[in-house]
């Protein structure tokens, strides 16, 4: 499977090396353009830790950064990244669009584009056998534990699905 991805679906999971592993064993490449690879790199001013594991992918050619030919015209309240993800995925035919804002992705699924968030991808494994529901729980608990923000409305939803 080949994959489009914005910034922070990217940064959150690269904090957590199983799921790394995990998305490194699921999709053959991952596709993303340049302002999504300049959002990341800025984590290099904290020291963030994702930054060396997304540029292995690069080095590794599993990550792809890419020019958009035609930046789509979409709402201002969306960032450059999250339009150029978009843009590519429209241009590069992608199985899926990672992308884990919640107004980016509506935004997405409105336009046609078959889109996931990192959680999505917890059941995903959990139903094709990859990992256990206590791995699932325990991936979800280290991804927000890394920092990535879910309300708990939507965290309970995603437990529950992993339990089913």
Wanted: aromatic content about 8%; charged content about 30%.
């Amino acid at each position: 499977m080949r994959l489009v991805a914005d910034a922070s679906s990217l940064i959150y999971p690269a904090k957590v090396p199983r799921f790394w592993a995990l998305m490194r064993q699921t999709f053959k490449e991952i596709l993303i353009p340049e302002a999504v690879y300049q959002e990341i790199l800025k984590g290099r001013e904290i020291g963030s830790s994702d930054v060396p594991v997304v540029e292995e992918g690069i080095t590794k050619a599993w990550i792809k950064v890419r020019k958009v030919r035609t930046r789509l015209h979409l709402p201002v309240n969306l960032g450059i990244g999250e339009i150029e993800a978009m843009s590519l995925m429209r241009e590069s035919r992608a199985d899926w669009l990672l992308m884990d804002d919640r107004v980016a992705s509506t935004t997405a699924r409105l336009m046609g584009l078959r889109t996931r968030s990192s959680t999505y991808l917890l059941i995903f494994w959990k139903r094709k056998g990859m990992i256990s529901q206590d791995e699932a729980l325990e991936l979800l608990d280290g991804l927000i534990g890394a920092g990535y923000r879910l309300s708990s409305k939507d965290y309970l939803s995603i437990k529950k699905y992993i339990l089913e």
